[in-house]
C-alpha cells in the first residue's frame, strides 16, 4: 500500500523541510547514479541547498568535461538556430535589395541608350 499524493508547496517547518530536503536529495543522486549504470548515460547533477551548501554527482571521471559538453551541446543548437535564422534575415535582405537595384539598373540602362544616341 503506496502513500498518496503529496501536495507540492513550500514546507513551513524548517525541521521537516531539512529532513525532506535530506532525503529526496539522497533519493535523487541514487537515481542520477541508475540512471548512469543501467543506461550507461553520462548524468552530472548539481544540487545547491538553501544554505548554499553544494552536492554534486558526476558519472564520468570530470564533471568540467561533462559541463564542457553540456554547453557544446546547447551552444551548438543555439547557433544552428541562429544561422538559420541569419540566413532567413539575409535573404530577406537580398531580396529587399534586389528590389531597389533592379530599377536603378532599368533607369541606368535607358539613360546611357539615349546617352548612347546623342554621341
Given at each position: ?35 548512469s ?8 547533477l ?38 538559420a ?6 535573404y ?14 532599368r533607369s ?12
Amino acid at each position: 500500500m503506496g502513500r498518496g499524493r503529496v501536495e507540492l508547496k513550500r514546507i513551513e517547518n524548517k525541521i521537516n523541510r531539512q529532513v525532506t530536503f535530506a532525503k529526496r536529495r539522497n533519493g535523487l543522486l541514487k537515481k542520477a547514479y541508475e540512471l548512469s549504470v543501467l543506461c550507461d548515460a553520462e548524468v552530472a547533477l548539481i544540487i545547491f541547498s538553501n544554505r548554499g551548501k553544494l552536492y554534486e554527482f558526476c558519472s564520468t571521471s570530470s564533471m568540467m568535461k561533462t559541463i564542457e559538453k553540456y554547453k557544446r551541446c546547447s551552444y551548438a543548437t543555439l547557433e544552428a538556430n541562429q544561422s538559420a535564422t541569419d540566413t532567413q534575415n539575409n535573404y530577406h535582405g537580398y531580396l529587399r535589395l534586389k528590389a531597389r537595384v533592379e530599377p536603378l539598373q532599368r533607369s541606368q540602362s535607358f539613360g546611357s541608350t539615349s546617352i548612347g544616341l546623342r554621341c
